[in-house]
């Protein structure tokens, strides 16, 4: 079974520019996931997905960060525009619907994004 | 609101030591627990969970217990090896919700 895809692996921007991140889910997972984890810290829930509906998005910054999952498959988080503070690993996840972590996420490895 | 707290790190012991990694909780409802695993270069891994009080989960050499009465999933090892070098979370799933709240990770070298 192939992995959760995510795309750049790696990404270094100035502050204010544009940057967008790709995931390409598990075949069959509804639920998708996006994470951010600054450095020393644990991942913190950024957006959920359920197919292409949104369903939590309350600690994403929305004034600078934007997601979209159009066809409920691969889904793509961008920031716009960047700050310093940005600076972390963006992980995907995704399960099969209505299981959540019981039944185990599939993490992807991750971008790793360097605001300058 | 719920959250996780794990011991600090960097955490480091000799091959063949007994590791114990505490993490406590707080919650309303009843959670499901979660060891993560990161090792160098490598994403997330889910290592163990429980799903309700008294569950012990295990997987390769660890173990964790669920304690409601204590909050606490505290992650042990008998005789760690260099290989189980890694970033370890401890995590929980709020009652009938899919997101995970992380700790912030604890940093396990083992020397050989």
């Known amino acids: 079974e192939a992995g959760v895809a995510q795309s750049p692996r790696y990404k270094i921007i100035e502050k204010r520019q544009s940057v967008a991140f790709w995931c390409n889910p598990i075949?069959?997972?509804?639920?998708l996931y996006w994470y951010q984890q600054i450095l020393g810290q644990g991942p913190k829930l950024l957006i959920q997905?359920?197919?292409?509906?949104?369903?939590?998005d309350s600690q994403l910054p929305k004034d600078r960060f934007s997601a979209e999952r159009l066809k409920g498959v691969d889904s793509t988080l961008k920031i716009q525009p960047a700050k310093l503070e940005d600076s972390a690993v963006y992980l995907c996840?995704?399960?099969?619907?209505?299981?959540?972590?019981?039944?185990?996420?599939?993490f992807g490895s991750g971008t790793r994004l360097t605001v300058v | 609101g719920d959250s996780v707290t794990q011991m600090e790190g960097p955490v480091t012991l000799s091959e063949e030591a007994f590791l114990t990694i505490n993490c406590t909780y707080t919650?309303?409802?009843?959670?499901?627990l979660f060891w993560y695993v990161q090792y160098p270069g490598e994403g997330l891994q889910l290592l163990l969970k429980?799903?309700?009080?008294?569950d012990k989960g295990s997987n390769k050499g660890f173990e964790a217990t669920y304690r409601k009465e204590t909050t606490s999933f505290h992650l042990e090892k008998g005789s760690v090896q260099v290989s189980d070098s890694a970033v370890y979370f401890c995590a929980l799933e709020p009652n009938r919700d899919d997101k995970i709240i992380f700790g912030k990770g604890t940093r396990l070298h083992i020397l050989p």
């Open positions: 996840a995704s399960s099969l619907a209505g299981t959540g972590a019981n039944y185990g996420y599939t």
């Open positions: 429980a799903t309700k009080a008294d």
């Open positions: 997905f359920q197919n292409n509906g949104v369903v939590d």
């Open positions: 075949s069959g997972h509804a639920t």
């Open positions: 919650a309303t409802g009843y959670p499901s």
